[in-house]
């Protein structure tokens, strides 16, 4: 047990449970809260404004009466919240979570109590040693970039840098446009029924094989009648060919007629120096063999990010296992309980999280202590440039550019305006950049066992994780 005072002079005694488990009782006595009570009281008559008395001038006795409870009640919580995070780090107590009321924790009258006895568990971050050695073996995953992977990236390039052409009549690969429009079961225009000036229809998404035949070799002006139900595979597709909601379509009677207005066909870009050239703008590439090879540069690259995630996986659990960290089980438990305010999380949903929970915080911990004792640090230009990264990977999803296709410049605005102007995010980059060094100390430390897989049995070692 050992007795501290604070600055207010309230009494703080800590009693040690266990090595993981710790109780602070804090004593607030009436001589501590009074200043600050009656300051907060003395601010509120100032503000007050009550029937028959000037601004400033109600009563003392009268304002006590009416806030003098709330009053109480909010300097004694804002007080013992200042008293417990003071001593935490004036002791330097390591803790996990945060402090939480003791379940003997004795019921507060502010109406009648000079004193208040306030009790709170803590939660102590166990001491533990990581040594990182050869004789610790974890599989390292290098994906083998093969001539097939490298042809579906070149078939994608060109499918990126094809275009729509007009042709004369609808095949199986045809995209149309034109007017759709209600009729009757006789195939007679409904007056006022619903239309459509403009809708677009792929051929190959036609689900129904009669209707599909009646488009083929069709021409433009040609009028075909559907049925939209057999038509379509589902009411999101018919909603959308219709521009209409969902929740309209019921009870709707689904003969329609199409008119065709405009038929265009897909076409791939050619394999030659044209697509070369776009796909690598400020690079000189004249075959396809030196295309290719490029191809396989970049995915050899980018499957290295891709084996050290894998890699962190398995040494994340091999060390969780190996180390045997013990936690308090018990605080933590009701720690995440008394964190759930929405009452979201039943005893079945705890009994299949907590486990994933304690896991996670055991990794938490070996990267802290990873952290420490390699005295590992990131810059905000770290920061800057996994943002811009990030930035430049999304615009490779969404546009098919390869990297380095924006200028350095442009990409640190959207690195801005996306991920650096949020707080969240910027804790979620300097998360990952810690976790990246982490990966680099572990892998000059242990021994990697190498293992050459193909893109699929990668991707299947992935889902199992």
């Known amino acids: 047990m050992a007795v501290f005072l604070n600055s207010y002079h309230i009494e703080i005694i800590k009693e040690q449970i266990d090595e993981l488990n710790a109780q602070l009782k804090i004593q607030l006595k009436e001589d501590d809260l009074n200043p600050k009570v009656e300051a907060s009281l003395a601010d509120i008559r100032k503000k007050a404004q009550l029937k028959g008395f000037r601004p400033g001038k109600v009563p003392m006795g009268l304002i006590k009466k009416m806030y003098g409870k709330s009053v109480m009640y909010e300097e004694v919580n804002k007080l013992v919240s200042e008293t417990l995070t003071n001593y935490l780090a004036e002791e330097k107590l ?76 609808i095949n199986e690969n045809a995209f149309i446009k034109g007017e759709i429009a209600q009729v009757d079961a006789d195939g007679n225009l409904v007056e006022g029924g619903l239309k459509k000036d403009e809708s677009s229809i792929s051929i190959s998404h036609i689900k129904d094989e009669e209707t599909k035949k009646s488009f083929l070799g069709a021409r433009r002006d040609d009028v075909i009648k559907i049925d939209i139900n057999k038509t379509f595979a589902s009411a999101s597709e ?32 050619e394999i030659n120096e044209e697509l070369f050239e776009k796909v690598y703008k400020e690079q000189e590439i004249k075959t396809e063999d030196a295309f290719r090879a490029k191809i396989k540069e970049e995915i050899q690259q980018s499957t290295v990010k891709d084996s050290d995630y894998k890699f962190l996986l398995d040494a994340r659990e091999k060390l969780i296992d190996k180390l045997e960290i013990a936690l308090p089980e018990d605080f933590l438990g009701r720690w995440l309980k008394l964190r759930d305010e929405k009452n979201e999380m039943t005893e079945e949903k705890f009994n299949e999280d907590f486990p994933k929970f304690m896991r996670d915080l055991k990794w938490q ?79 000059e430390s242990v021994k990697l066992d190498n293992k050459q897989v193909s893109v699929e049995e990668f991707n299947k070692l992935l889902s199992e994780n």
């Open 94 to 169: 390591e803790v996990l979570g945060e402090p939480i009321p003791s379940e003997n924790q004795e019921v507060i009258d502010f109406d009648s109590q000079k004193e208040f006895n306030f009790s709170f568990d803590l939660g102590l971050r166990p001491e533990i040693e990581v040594n990182l050695n050869k004789k610790m073996k974890v599989p390292y995953f290098e994906i083998d970039v093969d001539d097939e992977l490298v042809t579906k990236y070149v078939e994608s390039h060109a499918d990126r840098h094809g275009k729509l052409e007009t042709i004369d009549t």
């Open 238 to 269: 018919i909603s959308m060919v219709l521009g209409i909601e969902k929740e309209q379509l019921e009870d709707l009677e689904p003969h329609f007629q199409y008119t065709i207005k405009e038929i265009t066909e897909f076409n791939r870009a």
């Open 365 to 443: 911990l070996i990267m802290g202590k990873l952290v420490k004792d390699n005295d590992i640090k990131v810059e905000p230009d770290e920061v800057k440039d996994l943002a811009v990264e990030l930035t430049e990977m999304q615009f490779q999803q969404y546009y098919g550019v390869p990297a380095g296709s924006f200028p350095r410049e442009q990409m640190e605005q959207y690195a801005t305006e996306m991920f650096l102007k949020k707080e969240d995010e910027v804790r979620k980059l300097y998360d990952k950049k810690y976790e990246d060094k982490v990966v680099q100390i572990i892998k």
